[in-house]
């Protein structure tokens, strides 16, 4: 999948979860995928977790977390 198609699951609305950049709409947080991947949880762990998560998914955290420690801007799609 392309960079662009995966940031495209990764969505930031001020009116939902409190403005954290989330997962499709649902409320899980970037930070909080982050957060159980650096604890030690597998990606197979989380998508087992998280029934409705899919394996781009993961991808597109690790990427806007690669993009956030960057610096890169976040395309406007992101910032809904």
């Known amino acids: 999948m392309a960079r662009e198609d ?6 930031v609305d001020p009116k939902i979860f409190g403005g954290r ?12 995928v982050l957060a159980m ?15 409705w998560l899919e394996s781009d998914d993961i991808s597109a955290c690790l990427l806007f977390a690669a993009r956030a420690v960057g610096g890169e801007e976040w395309p406007a799609a992101v910032n809904e």
């Open 6 to 11: 995966l940031l495209s699951r990764i969505t």
């Open 21 to 32: 950049a989330i997962i499709r709409g649902h409320r899980l947080s970037v930070a909080q």
């Open 37 to 51: 991947l650096a604890d030690g949880a597998t990606p197979a762990k989380l998508l087992e977790s998280y029934r």
